[in-house]
């Protein structure tokens, strides 16, 4: 374990980012290691939201393996990056977190099914209903819309998909981990996981406001031992980076401190 303590070791001295808000969990098996902040108050998922996506998506059979399908970019989609103006794969969607996947996913599912996935998975507020007044529940629900989770709830989702334990096939949690891999850590922990950017609602929620919320929820594992995570940070200003890459790299320097203090 000590040499986990090589990775980004020169960082661990160094003060977190302040964030206005912030909830981080650290989970190994059935216990808590680590935890602070308010970690009850529930947000939207973002891009989070993928992971039950892509979960939902290899049970119906839609989605075929971490190559298939294919799906072509067409004029009108979310071309907010760069990268979404591509062809994608359930691998590269995930990667690339692109939306317009996310939301021709959905559309080839239905709402009736949609919501049944969402309950059947005791998936945060279950609400699916979208921006008030707009209908659009299906395509935007988890976009800073109306389908919120908190931190405890997306620990306790990760904890299910890691025990193979959802209302779906085992093939479907382990076709949905592999596309989750984010890369190798020195010490040769393997990070698997996925961040969320948004803005935050106005207190009657009619309004997205220019404040951002981000995720980045996961785990690493190495010789057979696992341990999960939820970081979850708000803002109190505008600012220029989106929040879930902040939230990721807040996690990278925290984790390797929490694991090397947790195997003594």
């Known amino acids: 374990m000590k040499k986990v303590g090589s990775f980004l070791c020169f960082i661990i001295l160094c003060a977190s980012p302040a964030f206005a808000k912030q909830c981080f969990i650290v989970k190994e098996k059935d216990k808590i290691i680590h935890q602070e902040g308010d970690c009850n108050q529930r947000y939207a ?3 989070t939201f993928k992971i039950a996506l892509s979960l939902i998506g ?3 059979g839609i989605l075929i393996n971490e190559m298939h399908p294919l799906w072509p970019f067409k004029k009108g989609y ?3 990056l760069e990268v979404w103006k591509q062809d994608q ?7 690339n977190s692109c939306v317009w996947y996310s939301q021709v996913l959905t559309r080839k599912l239905g709402m009736q099914k949609f919501q049944s996935y969402i309950t059947k998975f005791n998936y945060g507020n279950m609400d699916l209903s979208g921006d008030k007044g707009k209908n659009n529940g299906l395509t935007n629900a988890w976009l800073s819309s109306s389908l919120e989770i908190s931190s405890i709830e997306q620990i306790a989702f990760l904890g299910k998909l890691l025990n193979n334990t959802l209302p779906v096939s085992r093939n479907t949690h382990e076709m949905t981990k592999n596309i989750l891999f984010v890369e190798e850590l020195p010490g040769g922990w393997k990070l ?6 948004g803005v935050l609602l106005s207190p009657d929620r009619t309004r997205k406001l220019k404040i951002q919320h981000g995720w980045f929820i996961g ?3 190495k010789d057979g031992r696992v341990i999960a995570f939820s970081n979850h940070i708000s803002d109190d200003k505008k600012q220029n980076t989106f929040a879930g890459q902040r939230a990721k790299a807040d996690v990278k320097e925290r984790l390797v401190k929490i694991i090397n203090d947790s195997s003594r």
């Open 89 to 95: 794969t359930p691998k590269s969607w995930m990667k």
């Open 192 to 197: 698997y996981g996925k961040t969320g950017s």
């Open 58 to 60: 290899y049970d119906s």
């Open 219 to 221: 785990w690493i594992e």
């Open 45 to 47: 998922p973002c891009s």
């Open 78 to 80: 979310p071309d907010f």
